[in-house]
């Protein structure tokens, strides 16, 4: 594949799922995967397992450290250089949030004409339940048995979640998950 074709391959790729990956960056990876994982193979299921791994410990939306990621790799696993790399990750980086960035300039412009709309409240209330579906469909990618979740991963989920019930501090668990992690593993 030549240098062009690929950075347009990526370019439509991101932009696509930045097209329809409604419901943020969780609803969005059932799209990753299928666009970059099954279609075009840039990467293995287990990349995209630490793809997503990496990206909750980097600041930023999930989407666009995904994209990042994946434009760089896409270059270089093709045998072009670093620097090039670096363009497919800005490509990407690009695409998947040149969507986002159209539609809100035009939703921006017609908010107050639209706000009260019955259709427009409409489409939202239909968008929710398929929001909630692509969540849950990521959640599944992450747990399947071709990921490194086992018995000890599920503990700590467990009581992560008993905690959070009890209203302690989101940054302690996090780190507290972190801590227990490096010992259990």
Do not use: C
């Not at 990496?54 to 999930?62: K, M």
């Amino acid at each position: 594949m030549e240098l062009l074709d690929l950075y347009l391959a990526l370019f439509v790729s991101f932009f696509k799922i930045g097209l329809f990956g409604f419901g943020g960056g969780y609803a969005m990876l059932p799209l990753i995967q299928h666009e970059i994982v099954d279609t075009h193979q840039w990467i293995t299921i287990n990349e995209f397992t630490d793809i997503v791994a990496i990206s909750q410990t980097t600041p930023g939306p999930i989407a666009f450290n995904s994209a990042t990621y994946i434009g760089y790799s896409a270059v270089t696993e093709m045998g072009f250089t670093s620097g090039y790399g670096i363009l497919g990750s800005a490509i990407s980086t690009l695409a998947v949030s040149l969507p986002s960035l159209i539609l809100m300039t035009l939703v921006t412009a017609f908010f107050f004409r639209l706000k009260n709309n019955p259709w427009i409240q409409s489409a939202l209330s239909i968008l929710k339940p398929a929001i909630i579906g692509l969540i849950a469909s990521a959640a599944l990618i992450l747990i399947t048995p071709y990921n490194f979740i086992d018995y000890k991963s599920w503990i700590i989920f467990g009581v992560v979640l008993i905690a959070s019930l009890k209203k302690i501090d989101p940054i302690l668990l996090i780190f507290l998950s972190g801590v227990i992690g490096l010992v259990l593993y």
